[in-house]
């Protein structure tokens, strides 16, 4: 008398359903959540409601640049409407120049959430670069590093009302 033995599934034939994934059990009880949409923003929000408590970024040897998962979340959603307040909108190139750091990250976040499009700039070009990357790109607003400014004056000078300050994401009127 022989048993057929069931053949195993490979990875790749394995069909993942809601209810295959709901009863998926870890060692540590946790279970893991949907993420409906392969986003950088579905992947901010999945993250922040798992994990909200805990740090999610922070500089090195930097307690009080520690930002938790929720505290990102609600940074970017704060950002991105405030850039739609701003008129900001789908397509808009908005350039990063700066070091890297929470901030920095934030401010991809809130840009890239309403479907803006992020240019990120090195902080090592020089400031004919900077300014030849800007025209190229079409920026409408620049977020820089307080340290980087004098790179991009002749910029703010064509687009007054376009300024964001890195270190505290605030907005520089003209």
Known sequence: MSKKRAKKKSPDEIVWTKRAIKKIKRADD????????YTMDSLVEATASRYGKRVA?????DEHSAVTYSQMQHAKDAIGLYLMDQGFGHGDRIALL???????????????????????????????????????????AVVVNTRHFEKIVPFINDY??????MEDL???PS
């Open 57 to 61: 970024l922070k500089l090195y040897n």
């Open 30 to 37: 946790l279970r893991p959540k949907l993420v409906y949409s």
């Open 160 to 165: 007054p009302e376009a300024l964001f300050r």
């Open 98 to 140: 700066g070091e890297s750091s929470p901030t920095w990250l934030l401010a991809y976040f809130g840009i890239t959430s309403i479907g803006c499009i992020a240019v990120p700039i090195l902080p090592d070009f020089s400031s004919k670069e900077i300014l030849e990357i800007l025209s190229h790109s079409e920026a409408k």
């Open 170 to 172: 605030f907005h520089i």
